[in-house]
């Protein structure tokens, strides 16, 4: 007769860690409110700029603030997850997200407000990478791990869809502030919940600090000189002072990447063609959906005069789809190969920006809703088959930073659009003309995307019948 084996404890706790997928929920917890808290925050913002007397530039920094530091982080997030462990980075993203949260939802100004999402960001750039490792350490399997990350990324996309929706429902029935609040409870239950688990170990990884201060200069300046130039006009001296910063800053950047032994952006990786294509389609697909979703925010409250609940539930047939799209891109490019799905998804939300450009404020409220399935259906084809390209092509000791570039590159083109598309729409006399300026734009970007996406290394087959 065999006895029981001993309960696995944490290091020195003597106590008992958390299941494996108690581990899952409280990943799939703190992902939910990364993406949830991206999407609720654009369906609140024109409520949000009645509430300070925020002008357009003021709207695109309650967006662009979080998202640009997310982006920034994300590039050396994973070597910071790795030297103090996934547990406790995870662990500390949480709790400042928490807070961030808290002071985003007492904020008594437009300015707190801002400061307040750069923390935000900041926590969920450390959050994103730290959770796939707490995975990847709770399942061993990797059976088991595939299932644990298909659940992982289905939960974020339960998130991007419920954002517009239940952000709307909270800033309709109570207010604003809301959205924010309604983090607290799952941020402490998530932090109480890891206590659980084991530590994760700590490995030994070399930071690029000023690579990594740099690509934040970078990225500050040239957002802040496209919202502010849209705002004052792009001829002020403070607008191409902070162009001037943006390229030096940049060149700056690639001249620390091209001389440190551990670089954030190494840049021989552009050499594969895989990887820079895979950047410039990221880029495109993630501008024209931010960018999107917050000119159409702005025009179904501002333009349309529908309420913030009713602004959400515009969005939902368009974020319900994104999941869906995730699993048919998986099976097509199972069939077809992944160019297949890459370009066929672009050339999908290319026709789907097209038809926009048509709406305006008669065109009926169901056909409008109807109008962005399809740009739901081309993102969430594209984005799976996109991961698997790139990390196909690289060899698996570079795969995790590949994959912290292409990420970085696709936050970065949902903040910059923000900046353009809000600067394009920032005069409310020409809103419209703005508006039709942008989705043209994105016409273009996915245009030359989709043909550059044929470029893309891959099996090259014709369709099965069978995935």
């Known amino acids: 007769m065999t006895t029981p084996a001993p309960a696995r404890v944490s290091q020195g706790a003597g106590r008992r860690t958390a299941a494996p997928k108690l581990v899952l929920a409280i990943t799939l917890m703190g992902i939910f409110l990364l993406n949830f808290n991206a999407m609720a925050t654009n369906v609140a913002l024109p409520g949000i700029g009645r509430a300070f007397g925020g002008s357009m530039a003021g709207l695109q920094w309650i967006v662009d603030a979080y998202t640009l530091m997310f982006a920034a982080l994300l590039l050396s997030a994973g070597a910071l997850s790795d030297r103090v462990g996934a547990s406790r980075a995870f662990g500390a993203g949480v709790a400042v997200f928490t807070v961030a949260s808290a002071a985003c939802g007492l904020a008594p100004g437009l300015g707190e407000l801002i400061a307040a999402r750069l923390f935000q960001g900041s926590a969920a750039a ?191 047939p368009m974020m319900a789809v994104i999941a869906g799209a995730n699993l048919v891109s998986a099976r097509a490019a199972a069939r077809c190969g992944p160019r297949m799905p890459i370009a066929g998804g672009q050339a999908i939300f290319a026709l789907a920006m097209f038809g926009l450009l048509w709406m305006d404020n008669g065109t009926s409220r169901p056909v409008i809703a109807a109008m962005l399935i399809p740009a739901g259906l081309g993102l969430g084809l594209v984005v799976p088959s996109l991961t698997a390209v790139l990390l196909n092509d690289i060899a698996a000791d570079r795969a995790g930073l590949a994959a912290g570039i292409l990420n970085s590159f696709r936050q970065t083109g949902g903040a910059l659009a923000v900046a353009v598309f809000g600067a394009l729409v920032a005069d409310r006399g020409e809103f419209m003309v703005g508006r039709r300026i942008a989705l043209c734009i994105a016409v273009v970007m996915l245009v030359a995307t989709m043909v550059a996406a044929l470029m893309l290394r891959g099996p090259n087959r014709p369709c099965s019948t069978r995935g």
Not at 206 to 214: A, F, S, V
């Open 126 to 316: 450390i959050m994103l990478p730290s959770s796939l490792a707490l995975v990847r350490q709770a399942f061993p399997d990797a059976a088991e791990r595939a299932r644990a990350i298909a659940l992982w990324t289905a939960g974020g996309a339960v998130a991007v869809a419920a954002g517009p929706v239940v952000g709307g429902v909270l800033a309709s029935i109570l207010s604003w502030r809301a959205i924010f609040v309604v983090n607290l409870p799952v941020g402490i239950a998530t932090l109480a919940v890891l206590t659980r688990a084991e530590r994760s170990p700590r490995r030994a990884r070399p930071l690029d600090p000023y690579g990594q201060l740099t690509a934040i200069v970078a990225l500050a300046a040239l957002t802040f000189a496209v919202i502010d130039g849209g705002e004052n006009g792009f001829g002020e001296p403070l607008v191409l002072g902070c162009l001037g910063l943006a390229v030096v800053a940049m060149a700056v950047f690639i001249v620390i990447e091209a001389r440190t032994a551990a670089p954030i952006v190494p840049l021989d990786l552009f050499r594969s063609r895989t990887v820079t294509v895979s950047a410039a389609i990221g880029f495109v697909v993630n501008a024209t959906f931010y960018g999107s979703v917050f000119v159409l925010s702005l025009f179904f409250q501002d333009v349309l005069k529908l309420s913030v609940m009713a602004t959400g539930l515009m969005f939902l």
